[in-house]
């Protein structure tokens, strides 16, 4: 009788810790069904486009678009690791940020988003025709390296604006 109650309890122990690894581990995984981060490069579109300048300095909109079938996210701050090339080639120029980074916007399937490349004017620009750069979110980087495409001179003392909403 003491050996059938002690396998029951060990049977119900087993039972309910097994239990609750499988939940922990169905929390940390994404659910059955649910879409894929927009915020992941692949995951998403970038163009460069013109901007409107300001005085001393050229503008360029890098707009990211993410098409239906994809999970909203949350960015944050300016992208980092921002480098530019020229058909494949890399243009010598790093780029600084500036403005507030702590500001969080929604990007997603019909939430666009843009930030800003600002160039000083008068110096040695080059011509580019390719922006790469990580994206940040609220908590740190989003892992992986978006592309955009699209005509652009960069200088010394090139920076990049923080994430806004809108295209």
Known sequence: MMRTHRMIAVTLAAAVLSG??????????PAAGSAPSACRPANHLAKITPAPASAGHSHYRVT????R???????????T??????????????????GDQRTVV?????HPVHFDIQVPNGR?????????????????VIPGTSVAEGR???APGTVVGPVRRGA
């Open 152 to 154: 652009l001179k960069v």
């Open 124 to 140: 040695r620009a080059k011509a580019a025709n390719e922006a790469s750069f990580t994206l940040r979110a609220p908590g740190g």
């Open 64 to 67: 990211l678009t993410a098409p």
């Open 106 to 110: 929604t990007f997603g399937p019909g």
């Open 20 to 29: 609750g690894v499988a939940a922990g581990a169905a929390q940390a995984a």
């Open 69 to 79: 079938g994809y999970e909203s996210c949350r960015l944050a701050g300016s992208p």
């Open 81 to 98: 690791d921002v480098r530019f090339t020229e058909h494949g080639r890399r243009v010598p120029v790093t780029a600084g940020r500036y």
